[in-house]
Each structure stands twice: as C-alpha cells, then as structure tokens.
C-alpha cells in the first residue's frame, strides 16, 4: 500500500528510500534499527536522555546536519528529509577522522554510546561553530557515557577537530506534503491559512518539534487521525530584529534560539546551553516549551522577567497576551483547541539594565531544574529603580514575581536584597520532590539573591551558577 | 607505536626485544568496530522465528495475587503464549542465594517468576511472548491481577524491629545474614586510648546503569536438545553451568555466547529471573525468544548496590597510633538475596577491608544484613569498598584534626610499611605486594599540598569555602577459590587460555576471560604476541563462547589481566617451547640456542631461520620432513588461579581538592589525583581508563546517584532524567600516576584496576568536602552528597 504512496521517502545515507509498512506510531529509532536494519544506533532510555540514539537531520538545502535523538521523533517527521545513522559516516576502509581519533585515543570502551558520541562530534563539525573546549563539551552534552569517564572522548573530537572534515550532504528537495502511515496523517502546512484549513478535521493534534509530545505513547488515539506539523509554517520560522524588540517565531528550535539571542542578550548563553542538550535543542521549540506549561520549563522565567509577550493564532485571528497571563496552572494555559502560538515578543534588554539568569540544578547539564531565577534590573546610585523577577519551580506554573518586584523597588541594593530574602517565602510557594525540599527550594533563591547582590557590587554583568570559586 | 612508559617485570624479558608488548599503550584494534556502528550487541540479534517477550511486573512492593486472568491477553494481536510462574516451573528448578563458608545465610528459594506473592515493585510476574516487543507490551495491559496489597518492609533499621513486616514468613524475621570479625581485644584498647573519634556514614542506593540495558536470547533447539544462549552477562561459563543445573540438560549441551556486552560494572554477572524466565519460554515453545530490558526494567530489577549505614569509632593513642577500630555496618539487600553471588559479599567486604591500609591491633566489625521490599541488592563494581574506604578514611580525618596532627601525617606514621608485607588487614585478610607509603608519598608530591593549603586559606578569607582530601584504600583483586568456590558456589576462580599456530602462521588465541569494553581483547594479544615472540597481526582471539574458549570465571572482581591474562601466559610459554622443540629437530639444533621472534624461529647466533608459517606449514601438511618422535603439537592450553591466599590485593591513594558553595549547596570538584599500584601493567593506557572511568562512576556514587524510594516502597526516579549519572561537564581534570609493585603470585605480576577509582572516589569527595566546612564546625555524613545537604549540615536547612 504504502509503495503506492511517493511521498513517503527518507533520505538514508544520502540514499533515497520508500519507507512502507510503517505504523504512524514508531519512532525514527524503531524504524532505523527494525525496518532498516541499521543496528549501529542504539536504544538506550527510549526519552531522550542518553544520546546513545543520535542520528543526523537534514532538509536536502544545506549542509548543515542537525543531531537529534532519533528516539524522540516520529516518522512522520522526517519523511521528505536525510537522516544519517552512525553507518553513514564512514567504515573500516574509508575511516571519517573522528573515527580514526576514537580509536586512537581510546575513546571507545564498550561501544555501546560510541556511534551517538561520533554522531555528536560530526554535528560540530557541520556546523559553522568555533571547534573548542566549550563548544567540545556542548556537543557532547546530551551523550552519556559509563564506561571511559568522557576525557578521552573529548581528548579524540580535539584531534579530529584539526581536521575538521565535515560530512558531505546530498541535495534534495522535501516533498512532505500529507505523510498516511497507518490510520494517521501527518499534514505539513506551509502557512497559517493552510494549517488553519487543516482543522477542520475532527480529530487533530498539532506538533511541534516533538520533544514532550513523542514521549507519550500512544501519541494519538485511534480517533486522532491527522496531526498537523507545524514544523514548515513560514510565518512560524520568522526572527525579526527592532532596535528594542525581538519577534521569534514559535517554531524556531530552542538551538535557533540560541544563535539569535547569543549576541543580543548573551546573559541567555548559559541557561540555553544547559537547556537539555544539542540533540534536545535541535527538536524542541520556543513555542512548544511555552505551550508544555511545566513549572519549570527554562525558557518561561527568562522570558517573563524579559515581559514577553505571545501572539496566539486560531479560528479568531490574532491574538495577543502578555506571557505572565499565559499560564492558568499545573501545565494548563490559555490555548483553545484551535490556537497555537504564532511568536513571541521579546523585548532587548535596555542597556541601562542588569540581566541575570540562574538555573539551578543537581547536575549542570541535561538535568531539569531545582530551580531558577531570572531578575532584569536597573539601578541607581546604589538603588534599584526597577525591577523585574521571574523563578521557575517556585509554584505551579513559571511565575512572575510582581508583588516581590514591588517591595525590592525604591529602595537601596542591599536593603532591597535583605527584604527579598527575609520576606521570599511570601511570594513563592516552592513543593518538596526529587529535585528538592520546599525549603531547600527557597534557601537556595535566597542564595541566588545573595548572588545578584554580589554581582551588584562587583558591577558585573553576568556570573555562571557553577562561578562561585574565583577563577 | 607508543613509547613505553613503564619498566616491566624481569620475569617477563627485556623490554627492547621485539615484540615487546607487555607494558606499552598499544591502540585497541577491537574497537573500530563501534565506531562504525558494527558492534554486536544481544538487541542486534534476530534469529530465525524468534520471538520478543515482555513482562507484567509487580506494581507493588509488597502484594499478594489473589488470582490472574490471562485469557484476554492471550487473544490479542501477535501473542504466541503467556507464561506464569506455574508455567514456567515445569522447566526450570528454583534457586537459592546462599554460601556456606560465611556462617548462616538465609534466604528461600526463588523461582523465575513470583507465585503467589510479589515482594518488590518491579518483581516479574508474567512473561508474554510475541512477535514483537509493542506487540507484548500491548497484551500485558490486558492481563487481569487480583492484587491484595500487603504492608511493606522498606527501611532497614527498623527491619528486625518486632512489629515490622516478615517479608518470609518462615524466616520468623527479616534477618539474612550477620557476620562478626574481631581481632585483639577492642574494648580494652579503646580504654588505653587518649582519643577516640565516632562517625555514622549513610549509603544510599545506587545502580550500575549499563548503558545496553540486560538483554537475551535463548533458542532452545529440540532436535538436538541444545540450548544456545546469547546474553550479554559477563560469566559465559557460570551461566553455562547454572542453565545446565536448573533446566536439567547436560552441561555440554548448553552454549552461553557473549560478544559485545555494552557495559557491566558488576550488574551482568547475577542470575535474573526474568532472563531465566525467557529460556523457560524458549524450552517450552521450542523458539528463539529474546528479552532485552527497557530503561525502566533496568532500574527497577538491575541489582542496586550500596544501601549501608556504617557507625565507626576508632581509638588512638597520644602519638596517632592506632589502637582500635570498631565499625557496624547495616545493610538492605531487597527480599531475596541474589543468586549465586548472594547479596552477603558488600557487607562481608565492609568487614575485611575496614582499616586494612594500616596497623590497627584490635578490631572488631558486626554486618547486619536484612530484607527489605526493594529490588534485590548485589555485587557490584567496587563492591564494599567505598563504604569500608570512607568510613576508615573519615574517622582517620577525624582523629588527626582532634589531636592537631596532619592528616598526611597521621596516615604515615599508621600505615603497615611497604616493606613489612606479607602482613594482615585488622580484620586478618592476607596482604602482601602493596605500597601505601610509596603511592601516598607520590600523591603528596604531585599534588603539592602545602600550595592547595595556601590557596585554601586565601579562598576562605574571600569566603569560598575549598577542602583537600586524601585517602588510602586496598582493592580486592583476582580473587582465589577461597572467595566464592569454599562456601559451595559454582563460580570458577580459574581461568583456561588455548593458544594455537595455525596453517597459515597465524595465532588463535582463546581465553575464558570476556570482554566488555575494559580491553580485554587488547590485553590478552599484547600479551600472547610478547611471550610467544610474534607480531600482533597475526594473533586473533576468541571470547565469551563456551563452546570455543576454554572453562574459567569471565570477567570479575578485576580479575581479567591477573589471572586470565596468567594463563594466556603460560599458554603461549608452553606453545613457544613446543614450537621451539619442533623447530630445534628440523634445523637441527640445540634448543638454546633458538628463540622466536617476528614470526619466526631465529638463531641466536645469527643464520637462517625459519617462519612460524613455514614451521606450521610443514607439521601440517609435510609432517613426513619431521624427524619422527617429534612432539607435533602446536597447540597449548593453561589455566591459572591464584594459591594461597584469598585475594591479590592493590593499594591506591588519592586526593581531590573540592569548592562548596554556601548559597546553593552546589559542589565543584576542581581537581583529581589518583597514585594507583596495580602491579605489571599491560596497557598503561587502559589502565587509566579503567582508573578515570572507576572515579567518574565514584564520583556518581559520591554526589548524584540515588534509587529514591517512597515509603510504599516505589522507586520515585526510575528514568534516565532522574537517576543521575555523571556527565562531560561532571569530569574533573583527573592525574593519573603509578607506583609498581608486581604481584608475587604470577609470572606476569599484574593485579586489577577495574575498581579502585569508584571504590575510592567517594571516600576521598567526602574527606575534602568536610575538610571545606571544617571552618565551620560542619560536616556532611550522607551519600550521594547534594547541595541540599551540604546547606542542611551548614545549617540553613
């Protein structure tokens, strides 16, 4: 049946392939290693937690190969583009230098995380990042290895990096139009007006990149037939810079993000790097990790002590709200049925502002947050004009601290500090699970606070959460 | 190819000759595989009409099933068949987890699948089987259990307790086993010494978190009564044996293949009963059946291990001399204890090995080890040793900062002399061939103390809070038949290697040792080229198949280089003499007077040789020119175990230097030193993997990894989101140097590295954190060490 069908084809190691006999409900892994029978890549926490399922996405344009966890997304999704799998890099007899590295350096002991690090490694190469300790380490941040400790890992993708090869990509063009695996139809509008049309079916869910959405199983009920993609609406990919404004739009990836915000306000630098991991990144969207709702996704607190704003999109047209009125509860907002998020609008930071953002985590990086902290400050002759705080998992939704706000403002740095630690358990109300007592929840925001009051007087204008031993 | 970085042992020749490879960092040729995605792993596996399983596991602690309906299940697409316990029972024999050398232990039988009581949240229940994995999974949902919830025993503490729960009724408590060790006479010592120092350390659980999850297939082939196992455990030949013993075919007649194995730690070498369970299924079906674990059947039936609390008092006199130690130690290992292992061994280790750096005269150490409704605690890497090395190592802190001594010091003037060996631990454990005074003194140099107090003192003043911490340990290593074999278990301490010269002048060389991704494979060719005198080309090896390599222990307890690594040795001596031998009667000469070397039999003197091709080639196929009578064996075989004494023990040292943050509790570990002596090193370079892997997965151990379990006896953070293990950004700079002290027991000198570094790690982050809030009178006790209670000891919480 599904033979009958041109468009569902995968590039697979740059070879055109019909995928058929496809449940819409398997993940790119499921199919690579079953109906593939691709066996290099690996399962190993089906969630997207350890990397050892890497794989490289591309759209047949560019060069550029983004890694994601092959675990985490559907077939539906990359039906129309180029995956490569650990057997696309090369062989025994045609090595790619990283592999020779591994080998060399002993970056291999069991072998079991070894075709998703190597995955990892090549995704830097491709890209047009700056090869060192930093990016290194990034790269590899969202692949867990038991065995060798990580030094030599890192030891082989500096070798390889001299090289630099990258890996060559085919051209293509997508045709992902209307994608049937099974009962399900995976539509991909290329705009709103299309998309929109879309829903008048009865049964639809939208998707974004994936990344929340692909761990439940099933993903749709066998009443839910068609699942919108919103992956290539125009009017979702947009960023548009103004003097004092940044408009994202929702679908562009948390990794997108990053390379448009690095410069305009790098204070975001860290908390976006510690956001998941590339893999991570790479699927998952700005407009996805709002809609999620998670008390402590680590976009929300950034964005609201910021004052963003969502421009919703639906049945109605256009619609705007403030982001701090987004939220109703425990992973609930204002979204109806039909509405999804157009984009988001931030505002720069105002050069006589302090921004500062904290996220607080057992582990730095690929760990969900204890907590976090975002405050956009101005002062003044030692006291604080204005100010904005936001802290995620502090309550039931990511929350904008505007009463606290209010009792820290007019008032001298210190004096402001001191009210917000002796008065903080007022304004949040933090619970107690895996990540952290309640009271460890609000003794750590007073620390963080003492931080801000630190870097204050030192007038600097940014601190890592792991900078706490002077250089 | 790499220089050479140590000076090997004269019982293993000249360094500078050729083929010298024992001793130098040689690239494993093994692993390019992987790194095309080539491995072999047991999910990559599909045989002819296999078929997958799945489990309906416990959803509870502690529970009774009044009744299960399975006829619904049964109908649903692609099911072949649903086992329970009573299915399953009709092939398979029920197990016990116990050893008889180490006073009583008890635990009760144990079958695949749990009858009529399900004692921990995760304990399999009932095996589908399927065409496919999803297609199992879908069924389970429609399998109906009449479950009674029981009250379950879940803190060890108050186990023994008179109103708690008895998990097994017949036991009249929760008790499995205790042991006391006493040397001396304790009590009088402690009343001769001028200071004495308590500490009570807590130990959660934790997990090995292999990233290939367990996995199997068993095809039970009918016609020939076969079964082939392909499993990715770590001791072909011991489940070679139980699979024979508990499904009653003939040993011969059951084949264990292990070929990549993606990760270990002391995890895949238990009996489980869902693998069990599978081969049942197998034998009764007459398919292949594969079961590989998901993540969460990982967390939730892997064995964990740690769970201690250990209180400590240690006596010492006005000087810092040692006069007694004391410890307790109370352990949960889950309901049963595992089998064959047992679940005993963690705590026994705790006992030997406290204090066993030093002199300590008088000594005494009880374990206690108890039920709990959890899942089933056990060996794994390291096992006892970060529990007995921290809380040695804290209370030697303690002691030295209560009489003003230094804490280098007091461990000097305490340490059994690199020269007085053979000696004893406290607990009595023969010791010999170590170096505490070598490899501290090392690791005081390299890490240059007084400049870390400098600094120190200059953070403090800044507010930062910095430790130091050093320690001592000894690792068990190549352990004896006194070990697992004297108290009745089937775990082979030896270990068979077979080495031949084929038609072609290549080397086959089998060993019973199995590999894992430590090197084995790598090793085992160093070794056999160095001593056979031949390129490592031309030497191939087979592991991790019973039918193809020799009997023996697999790989364990650090075990590999030492003892299996002696018999590929010895093997290949006794084929070299046999091909000398050969040799000696076809160019007619004195054996003296003959060696090999590149592949070939030179004269010493100089003139003509002959290659090892050509030697073989003319046994083979023209063995008419051999002079009659010769010996025309070019195969040897040779196993190896250690004699005398129950283990062959390393020593290391280590120091880390530590900054705590007293805002947020957060813990940055700045730097690392590890001075390990494992003896011949065969490859340096794997050597420090084994050591840097060892102290990530310590570091683990120290300040992440945590089973968290409810009071009902759920495991709160059975996901890869929130188990924690270490990542890149974790790795701290780790200095990795050697002293060498070569083991008297082998030619080859080697003992094991496989442990230390996770054995250790924890000791050591503990000692510099607490030596970081020792300006505040403050102390954290309590492992994995979060920023939460470093502000609870610091008093904010």
Redesign the interface.
Same mark, same amino acid.
């Given at each position: 049946m599904d033979l009958l069908q041109p468009s569902n084809i995968i590039y697979v190691n740059g070879k055109k392939t019909i995928i058929s006999n496809v449940d819409h409900d398997i993940t790119v892994l499921d199919l690579i290693r079953t109906n593939l029978k691709l066996s290099g890549t690996k399962e190993g926490c089906a969630e997207g937690d350890c990397g050892a399922c890497s794989i490289l996405l591309h759209d047949g344009l560019n060069s550029e190969l983004k890694p994601v966890n092959s675990c985490l997304v559907r077939v539906g999704q990359v039906v129309g583009k180029g995956i490569v799998t650990i057997e696309g890099v090369g062989n025994d007899i045609a090595p790619h230098p990283i592999q020779t590295a591994f080998s060399e350096e002993n970056a291999s002991q069991c072998g079991y995380c070894t075709p998703g690090f190597i995955i990892s490694g090549i995704s830097l190469f491709n890209s047009n990042k700056k090869i060192n300790d930093d990016t290194i380490n990034d790269a590899i941040s969202g692949n867990l290895c038991r065995c060798t400790g990580y030094s030599p890992i890192i030891k082989a993708i500096k070798v390889a990096s001299k090289l630099r090869k990258p890996l060559k990509t085919i051209k293509f063009l997508e045709h992902n139009k209307d994608i049937k695996l099974g009962n399900v139809t995976y539509y991909n509008p290329k705009n709103l007006e299309e998309m929109l049309k879309l829903t008048a079916h009865e049964n639809y869910n939208f998707l974004a990149g994936g990344t929340d959405l692909n761990l439940r199983r099933p993903i749709v009920n066998e009443k839910k037939n068609v699942i919108i993609c919103l992956d290539s609406i125009v009017e979702l990919k947009i960023n548009k810079i103004t003097n004092d404004n940044l408009i994202i739009g929702s679908c562009v990836s948390i990794e997108g993000f990053l390379e448009i915000v690095k410069n305009k306000i790098p204070q975001l630098v860290e908390i976006l790097q510690r956001f998941g991991s590339p893999q991570i990144r790479n699927q998952g969207t700005i407009g996805g990790n709002i809609s999620t709702s998670s008390p402590i996704g680590d976009l929300a607190p950034v964005l609201l002590a910021l004052n963003s704003k969502i421009n919703l999109f639906g049945h109605n047209g256009d619609t705007s709200v403030l982001l701090r009125d987004f939220y109703l509860g425990y992973r609930k907002n204002i979204l109806k049925k039909d509405q999804i998020i157009r984009s988001i609008e931030i505002p720069l930071p105002n050069g006589g502002y302090k921004f500062f953002c904290w996220k607080l985590s057992k582990r730095y990086d690929q760990d969900i947050s204890t907590i976090s902290l975002s405050i956009y400050l101005k002062t003044k002759n030692n006291i604080i004009e204005d100010i904005h705080i936001a802290a995620g998992g502090v309550a039931e939704i990511p929350k904008y601290l505007e009463s606290l706000c209010k009792i820290m403002t007019g008032k001298t740095i210190e004096v402001s500090i001191l009210t917000a630690i002796n008065q903080i358990d007022k304004f949040v109300q933090p619970i107690s699970d895996l990540r952290g007592t309640s009271n460890y929840r609000i003794e750590s925001l007073k620390g963080l606070f003492k931080r801000l009051e630190k870097c204050l007087k030192e007038n600097s204008n940014t601190m890592s959460i792991m900078d706490f031993k002077d250089e | 190819m790499v220089d050479i970085t140590l000076n090997q042992n004269s019982k293993l020749g000249s360094i500078d000759r050729p083929n010298s490879y024992i001793g130098r960092s040689l690239?494993?040729?093994g692993?390019?595989?992987? =790194?095309?995605? +080539? %491995?072999k792993?047991v999910?990559?596996l599909i045989l002819p009409r296999m078929v997958n399983s799945a489990f309906l596991r416990s959803p509870y602690a502690h529970a009774e099933i009044k009744s299960i309906n399975i006829s619904d299940a049964q109908k649903y697409p692609g099911v072949i068949d649903i086992f329970l316990s009573e299915h399953i029972d009709t092939v398979c024999k029920p197990w016990i987890g116990v050893l008889s050398h180490l006073g009583e232990m008890r635990s009760p039988e144990q079958s695949p699948l749990a009858k009529k009581i399900a004692r921990w949240q995760g304990e399999a229940i009932a095996i589908v089987i399927a065409n496919t994995r999803a297609q199992a999974e879908d069924a389970i949902e429609a399998i109906e259990v009449d479950w009674v919830e029981k009250e379950p025993q879940i803190n060890m503490e108050t186990a023994l307790d008179k109103d708690t729960v008895v998990i097994h009724k017949e036991l009249g408590n929760n008790l499995f086993w205790t042991r006391t060790v006493e040397q001396g006479d304790v009590k009088k010592a402690f009343k001769e010494s001028s200071t004495i120092v308590e500490a009570t350390l807590d130990f959660a659980r934790h997990t090995?978190?292999? =990233?290939?999850?367990r996995g199997i297939v068993a095809d039970w082939d009918k016609s020939e009564k076969k079964m082939s196992i392909y499993h990715n455990g770590q001791a072909p030949h011991m489940m070679q044996h139980i699979i024979a013993k508990h499904f009653d075919i003939s040993e011969g007649l059951v084949r264990v293949i292990s070929k990549?194995? %993606? +990760?270990?730690?002391g995890i895949k070498v238990h009996v489980y009963g869902d693998e069990m369970a599978a081969i049942a299924a197998s034998k009764i079906l007459g398919r292949p059946v594969k079961f590989v674990a998901?993540?969460l059947e990982s967390f939730t039936t892997d064995i964990h291990a740690r769970c201690h609390k250990i209180s400590g008092k240690l006596g010492v006199d006005k000087n810092g001399k040692f006069l007694s130690m004391e410890i307790n130690d109370l352990s949960g290992i889950g309901p049963y204890s595992m089998y064959p292992r047992t679940s005993a061994i963690e705590t026994n280790q705790v006992l030997n090995l406290s204090g066993s750096p030093y002199i300590i005269p008088n000594y005494k150490a009880v374990g206690t080890v108890v039920f709990q409704n959890k899942t089933p605690m056990c060996q794994y890497r390291a096992v006892g040793h970060p529990i007995a090395v921290a809380i040695t190592e804290v209370l030697v802190d303690k002691a030295a900062k209560k009489i003003g001594m230094k804490v280098e010091d007091i461990r000097k003037i305490n340490f059994i002399p690199d020269d007085q060996y053979p000696n004893k631990t406290p607990s009595g454990v023969p010791l010999e061939d170590l170096s505490h005074q070598a490899t501290m003194n090392k690791l005081l140099k390299i890490m240059n103390v007084p400049d870390l107090e400098k600094q120190k003192k200059l953070?403090l003043e800044?507010g930062?809070l910095?430790g130091i911490g050093i320690i001592s340990m000894c690792e068990v290593t190549n352990p004896s038949p006194l070990f697992y074999g004297v108290g009745g278990a089937h775990i082979s301490s030896q270990d068979g290697a077979s080495i031949r010269l084929e038609g072609s002048g290549a080397v086959h060389v089998s060993s019973s040792i199995t590999e894992? %991704? *430590? %090197?084995t494979e790598a090793i085992m060719k160093q070794i056999a080229a160095d001593q056979l005198g031949v390129s490592m080309d031309t030497i191939r090896l087979t592991l991790g198949d019973t039918d193809a390599t020799p009997y023996g222990g697999g790989t364990w307890a650090s075990r590999g280089a030492g003892i299996g690594g002696e018999a590929v040795l010895k093997a290949a001596r006794t084929l070299k003499n046999n091909i000398l031998k050969i040799a000696s009667a076809i160019m007619q000469t004195d054996i003296d007077t003959i060696d090999i070397a590149n592949n070939s039999v030179i004269r010493k003197n100089g003139g003509e040789g002959i290659s090892l091709k050509k030697l073989a080639e003319t046994v083979y196929y023209r063995g008419h020119e051999i002079p009659q009578g010769t010996n025309p064996e070019l195969i040897a075989t040779s196993s190896f175990y250690i004699e005398g004494i129950p283990f062959v023990f390393t020593n290391s040292a280590m120091g880390c230097q530590v900054?705590v943050?007293?805002?947020?509790? =957060?813990i940055?570990i700045?730097k690392f030193w590890v001075i390990e002596d494992c003896g011949t090193q065969i490859n340096p370079? =794997?050597v420090e993997?084994q050591i840097?892997?060892?102290?990530?997965?310590g570091i683990g151990g120290a300040l992440?990894e945590e089973c968290?379990y409810d009071d009902q006896g759920n495991m *709160?953070?059975a996901?890869?989101?929130?188990y924690?293990?270490?990542?890149?950004?974790?790795?701290p700079d780790?200095i990795v140097d050697h002293v060498i002290t070569n083991s008297g027991r082998s030619i080859l000198g080697a003992k094991g590295a496989g442990e230390a570094g996770t054995g250790g790690a924890p000791a050591v982050i503990m000692n510099a954190i607490n030596d970081a809030l020792s300006s505040m009178n403050k102390e954290v006790t309590s492992q994995p060490i979060?920023?939460?209670k470093i502000?609870k000891a610091i008093g904010?919480?």
């Open positions: - | 690239t494993r040729d692993a390019i595989r992987h =790194l095309e995605g +080539g %491995g792993f999910d990559d090995g978190v292999t =990233l290939e999850t990549d194995v %993606g +990760g270990s730690f998901d993540r953070d800044k930062i910095t894992q %991704g *430590q %090197g900054t943050d007293q805002d947020t509790g =957060l940055k700045n370079k =794997l993997e840097r892997g060892g102290v990530i997965q992440y968290v *709160q953070n996901t890869m989101a929130d924690l293990v270490p990542m890149a950004c974790e790795m780790i979060t920023p939460e502000l904010k919480i």
